[in-house]
């Protein structure tokens, strides 16, 4: 069973890819596949059509009795033959149809004789064969030749150099005009399926032409104003070049946008573009590199000259830390190759002067990782922070969201942005989707509160998961929830309760889910430790009433220890070791996650003694979960006994039920949403 923070922030499904026909969606300019096939078998046609016209010695012969063919010699219409041993073949002047129409009906009627051999079906054709009968035919020769017969050596199937060129050749060099069509087209339309196959040194960028794609602007952005504000100035440069640049200052060539997934760093690019009225190319780092040493640099050069074709105009560099990591410090392989794209970007940033309205925009969540030289003065010297929104700015994100969703009255922006925080702007979108489609699946006219409430829980716990639980493990599931939920009520300082569920969701056998009714940014130690103990308090309460352990509390353990180590290593919280910083600073941009090429700064006598106080962190937490829960046990029985009724129990029933007031308060409240499961 899971127990889940807010930070990091649940992904959505596809976090940046809009979906089509989203402010922001690439133009589809590419050619659909179905469109490639089709044009594929039109040039097949064509080359068999071809070969039939110009070549028909190609078809197949009919095979004539020899009777037929002395007729056909008598009438005229043999042109030529060839022998070959008794097999006589040869071509008609006219085409013949064989067998004649009517037998064939004959034939078809005899077909329902039992043991009758299917007949051939008749067709007309140009060419022959028939076989020499045993016994020899004297004055053949003369015969052919009184009716003009050509007799040659060479079978007329046998096709002049052309012919045997085109046939042997014919379809493979349709194929290759077709591609070289295909890439030609493509290539006119910047990138594509042709750059794939033969530009492998091109550009795959996308450019987004704010006439063609609909134009965004800084209107679509919102609750990020800091970051918007910083651009504006970007915007007033891209529309008039000259004016910056008049009194022999240097515009920015680059900026940096910095912040997690998701937070709209890719919107805020566009929306300068789109400001500014100038074209917008696009490339995500990671395509830049591929198997082929050098390609990357390649594409790099091609994607600045496509901009500087069309300047003014922003070139976007999407994660950019994957090829920016400092040089030198690579993983295997590849490095050399990153190492030649990295320094073919700084090649053209140094290249190109500011005077020629050109801005490269790039975004990373891993500032930290980069190369110093993509940061000196001259490249990408600005930084902008672009931050997850605060309650205020998750109001007016979904506000741009909702605008084409109609909404029923219950409906409201601030009470969800309120219930939402650390969500970013796309985990904004997705849940105004996902809340539009639940109510439209629902039939309703609008979106209502609860379909979005419903559509959070979806995307912050997880979809329901239909798995067939034992009764066993069902009793087990509701006692260790009960065991969060109780604690989350009487610890002091411990997030309001609001839901808890033995409904399998995403990971989690049940869940309970807690979140405070602020964003916190500042953290006090005693609701650091009342965290800790709530996470216990689902593995407690096992103990408490089966007196045994099952592997359900994993997930609580993971993230118990995980906020107890940092409390040590990192924010000075143990007596013992006091205020050192023992584990290096976690990038805000990671999700936590250690810094690239972090080392332990301290000795192993230092490290055993952070194992013990993390131990100790753990030890007092788990025993204060045990007195609490002790005391609490009348009400533990009874929530595990109405959730094995109800199954899923809001903040209001669990009060009800248990007959507990919400938890009291700390001095001063502190963090995000949780959800232990
Ligand atoms: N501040 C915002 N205002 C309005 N919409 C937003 C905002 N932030 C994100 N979105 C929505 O989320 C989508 C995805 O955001 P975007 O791709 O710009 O994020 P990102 O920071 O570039 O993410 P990543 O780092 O994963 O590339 C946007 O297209 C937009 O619809
Ligand atoms: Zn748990």
Not at 240 to 264: E, F, H, Q
Not at 271 to 300: H, K, L, Q
Not at 501 to 510: E, K, N
Not at 580 to 603: E, I, K, M, N
């Amino acid at each position: 069973m899971k127990r889940k923070d807010f930070p990091p922030a649940p992904k959505p499904a596809t976090p940046n890819k809009p979906w089509p026909g989203a402010p922001g969606a690439p133009p589809q300019d590419q050619l659909p596949p179905r469109k490639v096939w089709l044009m594929f078998a039109i040039a097949l046609l064509v080359n068999y059509l071809v070969m039939k016209t110009y070549f028909p010695g190609a078809d197949t012969p009919v095979t004539i009795p020899y009777t037929v063919f002395k007729q056909e010699v008598a009438k005229g219409n043999v042109k030529s033959i060839y022998s070959q041993g008794e097999i006589l073949e040869g071509s008609f002047a006219s085409p013949l149809t064989w067998p004649p129409p009517s037998q064939g009906r004959e034939d078809a009627a005899a077909r329902v004789l039992p043991g009758a051999p299917p007949p051939a079906p008749s067709r007309s054709a140009r060419v022959f064969k028939t076989t020499l009968p045993a016994f020899v035919d004297p004055g053949l020769e003369q015969f052919l030749i009184g009716h003009r017969v050509e007799i040659s050596a060479e079978s007329p199937q046998a096709r002049g150099a052309l012919g045997t060129l085109l046939f042997g050749f014919g379809p493979a060099l349709l194929l290759i005009g077709f591609y070289f069509w295909l890439y030609r087209r493509a290539a006119q339309q910047g990138g594509g399926l042709g750059g794939s196959l033969f530009g492998i040194g091109q550009s795959k960028a996308r450019r987004y032409d704010q006439e063609r794609a609909e134009r965004v602007t800084f209107d679509d952005v919102a609750g990020i104003d800091e970051a918007k504000n910083e651009l504006v100035e970007i915007v007033d440069f891209l529309k008039d070049p000259g004016k910056y640049t008049r009194l022999g200052g240097a515009a920015p060539k680059g900026v940096l946008l910095i912040g997690s997934p998701g937070t709209g760093k890719t919107l805020l690019a566009k929306a300068v573009a789109g400001e500014a009225g100038v074209p917008f190319f696009s490339m995500s780092a990671a395509e830049f590199v591929e198997m082929i040493v050098g390609v990357g640099a390649a594409r790099v050069r091609d994607l600045f000259r496509q901009a500087r074709e069309h300047a003014p105009a922003i070139i976007f560099i999407d994660e950019l830390d994957s090829i920016g990591r400092a040089r030198g410090q690579l993983a295997l392989g590849g490095a050399s190759e990153q190492e030649q794209t990295l320094n073919q970007i700084l090649t053209e940033m140094d290249g190109f002067s500011s005077r020629e309205g050109i801005i490269v925009l790039a975004a990373t969540n891993q500032p930290d990782v980069l190369d110093k030289a993509l940061l000196r003065p001259g490249r990408f010297d600005r930084r902008v922070v672009v931050n997850l929104p605060d309650k205020n700015g998750r109001e007016a994100i979904l506000g741009v969201h909702v605008r084409k969703v109609p909404l029923a009255k219950d409906a409201s922006l601030a009470e969800l942005a309120a219930a939402t925080p650390g969500l970013s702007g796309a985990d904004l979108r997705n849940l105004v989707n996902e809340a539009a489609l639940l109510a439209a699946r629902r039939e309703q006219a609008g979106v209502r509160q609860k379909d979005f409430m419903d559509a959070l829980e979806k995307i912050v716990l997880g979809p329901e998961r239909p798995i067939l639980l034992s009764e066993a493990d069902r009793e087990r599931i509701a006692c260790h929830e009960s065991g969060h939920a109780i604690l989350g009520l009487v610890v002091a300082g411990a997030d309001p309760v609001h839901r808890v569920t033995i409904v399998p969701r995403g990971q989690a056998l049940g869940v309970t889910y807690q979140r405070p009714q602020t964003d916190r940014y500042n953290y006090p130690e005693a609701y650091l430790r009342a965290r800790i103990v709530g996470m216990l308090g689902g593995r407690v309460a096992e103990e408490l009433v089966y007196g045994t352990r099952t592997t359900g509390a994993e997930n609580d353990i993971e993230q118990a220890t995980e906020l107890a180590r940092n409390m040590v290593t990192r924010w000075g919280m143990s007596d013992e070791l006091g205020m050192v910083q023992l584990a290096p600073r976690q990038s805000p941009y990671l999700g936590g996650r250690l810094a690239f090429g972090a080392d332990r700064p301290f000795s192993d006598e230092t490290a055993r003694r952070v194992d013990l106080a993390v131990q100790g962190i753990i030890g007092d937490c788990h025993a204060e979960a045990t007195r609490l829960l002790r005391l609490h046990r009348r009400e533990l029985d009874a929530l595990a006994r109405a959730l094995l009724a109800r199954e899923t129990l809001d903040e209001k029933e669990i009060l009800s039920v248990t007959g507990l007031p919400p938890a009291p308060a700390l001095e001063a409240r502190p963090l995000p949403a949780q959800a232990a499961s």
